[in-house]
T-cell receptor, first 113, second 113 residues
């Protein structure tokens, strides 16, 4: 039972354009969502997060949007740069769960010059 | 600061052999986690710890044991390795728990023949 799903295994975007990565979840009890970025042969690194009390959070070129009614979140990268090429994981958790992050399968983003 | 380190980086085991993966963090974090990453599955939580001397089960705990005897170390043991445990293992730590940024180690690639 995949509670967090990233249905696009890969995405290819031209440098300078917008990248949109999508994530769906099934558990309505999740109240905190995160995006992690992973380069080959390295561990994931935290990118951006959003609480369920918000519908948008922005950090530089990265914006995460949350649509609770649709149980959907998306990560927008504008403008996309070749260094953004990596695997992006979305994750979700409930407050008080003691550390149980549930990850999606990941989307591999390729930004072409 | 070294951050989160994992030992070893690579290992090949035969079915039935045992081994221990070591995770160490120098950030004085309370929470530590062990994940495994498999193709198409994202990261799945194996076990976690909310403080020295404590451990708890994650999503996929079967076949693994853990210990947190010292705050800075979190050990993952495989008593009798199986080919299904072939995976990349990541350790992570955080200061306050799931709503705090998790810092990941570089990973251990384990192959069980």
């Amino acid at each position: 039972d995949q509670q967090v799903k990233q249905n696009s295994p890969s995405l290819s975007v031209q440098e300078g354009r917008i990248s949109i990565l999508n994530c769906d979840y099934t558990n309505s009890m999740f109240d905190y969502f995160l995006w992690y970025k992973k380069y080959p042969a390295e561990g994931p690194t935290f990118l951006i997060s959003i609480s369920s009390i918000k519908d948008k959070n922005e950090d530089g070129r990265f914006t995460v949007f949350l649509n609770k009614s649709a149980k959907h979140l998306s990560l927008h990268i504008v403008p996309s740069q070749p260094g953004d090429s990596a695997v992006y994981f979305c994750a979700a958790t409930r407050g008080g769960q003691g550390g149980k992050l549930i990850f999606g399968q990941g989307t591999e983003l390729s930004v072409k010059p | 600061n070294a951050g989160v380190t994992q030992t070893p980086k690579f290992r090949v085991l035969k079915t039935g052999q045992s081994m221990t993966l070591l995770c160490a963090q120098d950030m004085n974090h309370e929470y530590m986690y062990w994940y495994r990453q498999d193709p198409g599955m994202g990261l799945r939580l194996i076990h976690y710890s909310v403080g020295e001397g404590t451990t708890a089960k994650g999503e996929v705990p079967d076949g693994y044991n853990v210990s947190r005897l010292k705050k800075q170390n979190f050990l993952l043991g495989l008593e009798s390795a199986a080919p299904s445990q072939t995976s990349v293992y990541f350790c992570a730590s955080s200061y306050l728990g799931p709503l705090d940024t998790q810092y990941f180690g570089p990973g251990t690639r384990l192959t069980v023949l």
